[in-house]
């Protein structure tokens, strides 16, 4: 059957009348765009509202110019340099402001490449297993030499990696997929970081790195990638080891640049070898975006990137995936240019006072005198006080409610609901 110009409206069509117009098979003949795009409304229309959703942790605020931006990168394979230099050189340009923004220090073989050693990835996911692989292999080159093993003996050898338990799930796939023992640190309950006291005994010369977290997504937290770092400077000349750290900034790469009276966290530190983060969480720009940034592409370019030649000059590849749309490094450069640094530091100012308000609010909710809610974020309790623009609480479990957290997450859903049919 061909599809006609002005078919049936959807309920008169012969795709409504089917018992499932979905039959788990692609359709013999095609359907009228308006009935597909019907059809796809129709799924969307049962999820939450996205400008309702409170967990989906991306940005879901566009401006209609951005939209447009959006469009022109879904149209362009970011994996193919030759064809799309330019795309290209929007890439690294915006590579150059978010390194510049970490105070990465300027690579020496920064004019062969025109950008820093980082690259645009889909997400801190595919960012963290970058970092990751890097430091392995950094270590690894490290070992053999310390140890005189040849290659194949070395890559026999387990190696771990420091992280606290509020990591993400995005580094057990690192665990998982690429060989790599996880030592854990429990941080207290009260500062929900980790304790540089504490990393000593898990380091030793089978250890690749360290993961400092800048904003855990529990209550938003900030490791204290300063402490830690001079406490490695201690530990590294005691062991005679080279242990650095990554710092998983997912969502504090775009907060704590524009956060005052916070010590220095990122490159200005020297044992910070590498920064992930989320674009597309407080860099504002759509789902899929990510960034890692490196201090420096030595031993990066035999180990962890492709090398492809064109046009006389030398790309590198970092990126697990080859081809994908290049949305995300088109909205994250409009972002950038759009807000600016003024723009992103008003809009965390925003964030921390809607933040204020809400925890005020928590705090004042009682029964029989007491506060339901116990504020575990930072700024509720820690003496650092600065942490992401979140509220974190718990209900008082002396209280004895007959209700829970979870209980409450349902009420506040079926208000999301609500909100939709009004
Ligand atoms: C969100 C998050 C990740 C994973 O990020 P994606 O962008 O969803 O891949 C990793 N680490 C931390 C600390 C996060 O908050």
């Known amino acids: 059957m061909t599809t006609t110009s002005s078919p049936m409206p959807y309920y008169a069509s012969h795709i409504a009348r089917q018992e499932r117009a979905i039959d788990m098979e692609i359709p013999d003949s095609g359907i009228d765009a308006r009935h597909c795009v019907r059809m796809v409304e129709d799924y969307h229309l049962l999820d939450f509202s996205e400008r309702l959703n409170t967990s989906s ?36 340009d915006t590579l150059n402001m ?25 997400g801190s996911t595919e960012a963290c297993l970058l970092a990751g692989l890097a430091l392995k292999f950094r270590w690894r080159k490290w070992y053999a030499k310390k140890k005189g093993m040849a290659e ?20 057990e796939k690192l665990f998982k997929y690429m060989d790599i023992e996880p030592r854990f640190i429990a941080p207290s309950y009260k500062t929900f970081t980790l304790d540089p006291n504490k990393i000593g005994d898990h380091i030793d010369d089978q250890t690749i790195g360290v993961v400092c977290i800048m904003g855990n997504h529990y209550g938003g937290q900030y490791d204290p990638v300063w402490a830690m770092s001079q406490k490695l400077d201690e530990i590294n000349k005691a062991k005679g080891l080279e242990v650095g750290i990554h710092v998983d900034a997912a969502s504090g790469g775009f907060i704590a640049p524009f956060q005052e009276g916070l010590p220095p966290w990122d490159f200005r530190l020297p044992n910070v070898l590498s920064i992930s983060a989320s674009g597309h969480k407080f860099g504002n720009s759509c789902c899929g975006t990510g960034w890692v940034v490196w201090r ?12 492809v030649s064109y046009l006389g000059g030398s790309a590198d590849s970092y990126t697990l995936n080859f081809s994908r749309p290049a949305q995300g490094i088109y909205v994250q450069f409009y972002k950038l240019l759009r807000l600016g640094k003024e723009g992103y530091a008003e809009q965390v100012r925003n964030q921390m006072s809607v933040a204020t308000f809400l925890r005020e609010g928590l705090k004042s909710i009682k029964v ?39 209980d409450l997450q349902h009420i506040i859903a079926q208000g999301c609901e609500v909100g939709i049919a009004h």
Not at 390 to 404: E, S
């Open 57 to 92: 942790y991306v940005n879901v605020v566009f401006e209609p110019e951005e939209e447009r931006v959006a469009m022109m990168g879904l149209k362009v394979n970011l994996a193919d340099q030759t064809v799309y230099p330019e795309s290209f050189r929007m890439h690294n």
């Open 98 to 122: 978010i390194a510049k923004l970490w105070h990465c220090p300027v690579p020496d073989d920064f004019d062969s490449y025109g950008c820093y050693a980082g690259a645009g990835t889909v």
């Open 152 to 171: 194949h003996e070395v890559r026999g050898v387990y190696p771990n990696l420091v992280i606290s338990t509020m990591f993400q799930a995005a580094w």
């Open 296 to 307: 420096q592409r030595k031993g990066l370019s035999e180990n962890v990137a492709i090398n």
């Open 368 to 406: 029989d005198g007491k506060s339901i809610f116990t504020i575990l974020d930072a700024v509720g309790m820690s003496e650092q006080k600065l942490c992401l623009p979140v509220v974190t609480a718990m209900i008082n479990p002396d209280l004895g409610l007959p209700f829970d957290d979870i």
